[in-house]
């Protein structure tokens, strides 16, 4: 296994983030209720505050469940075989509400549609607010807050079904970023979006953690997109930790198409001209400033 990479942190007092690790599993085994195939076998993993961590692996490999069981859908609304343990700011998830699970971390769906459904941006944004009952007025401050944050404040009147895909994933965002978490998590989000929005989308969670201070945990295939903002890369294979380390470091070592994971045509090319001197290309502008001759 290779050797896991840290973040570096920075204060947040909005966040109040800890130096100690934000998440942290032991031993986690997970099996649902009436399969006989465990999807996940003895998993040990840390997270930092402040890191942005990308879950790779095949589908089928056990990364959604993984992300389910800190977010706390797994146990207690998922039932099965459930043994180990997961912190998350130093609460046991297993014992610890949905609702109060809930300020801690902000989950992202795969397709935003889960998510919103009010009938205005805005609304949709203050759904969660309205169930802390918040008072009116810190409401709307956090409502404006986030969708200034997420660029969306032109949207605030229109309906959910009028948007783009790319929009309705920025209002899913805004929504959560409105309760405050420390943690956002984030299921494949680029899977329906052109290449364009897609690339805009990881920008924008590149910034949130630089803006925020927030950690981020996120699934996703296109490695390309998502590489160079991650500190730290995660493989799983079978409900099992393979590879942890860097994504440079694990992509430069490992064939991680043995574990489903694709390998980026950047990272191939980048392999095969094997530059004397010059570090992993992970996207085409450090292959072209590889490749730019030297004055």
């Known amino acids: 296994m290779l050797r896991p990479v840290s973040a570096t942190n920075s204060s947040n007092p909005v966040l109040g983030r800890a130096a100690s690790d934000l998440i942290e599993i032991k031993d986690l085994n997970f099996k649902y209720f009436g399969s006989t195939t465990p999807v996940l076998q003895n998993v040990n ?3 930092k505050n402040n890191e942005i961590v990308l879950i790779a692996g095949h ?31 130093g609460l046991k998830v297993s014992e610890t509400s949905m609702s109060v699970l809930a300020l801690k971390v902000g989950y992202i769906f795969q ?9 205005s941006v805005e609304r949709d944004v203050a759904f969660g607010l309205e169930n802390l009952a918040l008072p009116q007025a810190e409401m709307r401050e956090r409502v404006d807050w986030a969708m200034e944050l997420l660029q969306i404040k032109s949207l605030a009147l229109r309906a959910p079904h009028e948007l783009s895909d790319g929009q309705k994933q920025r209002v899913a965002i805004a929504g959560v970023l409105a309760m405050k978490p420390k943690i956002l998590i984030l299921d494949e989000p680029t899977s329906l979006l052109d ?14 953690r630089s803006t925020l201070g927030i950690t981020v945990l996120i699934v996703e295939h296109r490695l390309d997109l998502v590489a160079k903002i991650c500190d730290r890369m995660v493989v799983v294979d079978k409900g099992t930790v393979v590879l942890e380390g860097s994504p440079r470091e694990i992509l430069s070592k490992t064939d991680v198409s043995l574990f489903g994971v694709t390998e980026p045509t950047i990272v191939k090319l980048s392999k095969r001209l094997s530059l004397e001197g010059e570090k992993l290309a992970l996207d085409a502008q450090e292959l072209t400033t590889a490749l730019k001759p030297v004055a």
């Open 45 to 47: 993993l840390t997270v």
């Open 59 to 89: 589908s089928g490999s056990g990364k959604s469940t993984l992300l389910r069981a800190i977010n706390g859908l797994i146990p207690h609304q998922h039932s099965g075989d459930y043994s180990g343990e997961v912190l998350v700011d």
């Open 111 to 119: 397709n935003p549609e889960n998510q919103i459904f009010m009938f």
């Open 195 to 208: 290449p364009f929005t897609a690339k805009s989308l990881v920008n924008l969670i590149r910034d949130l």
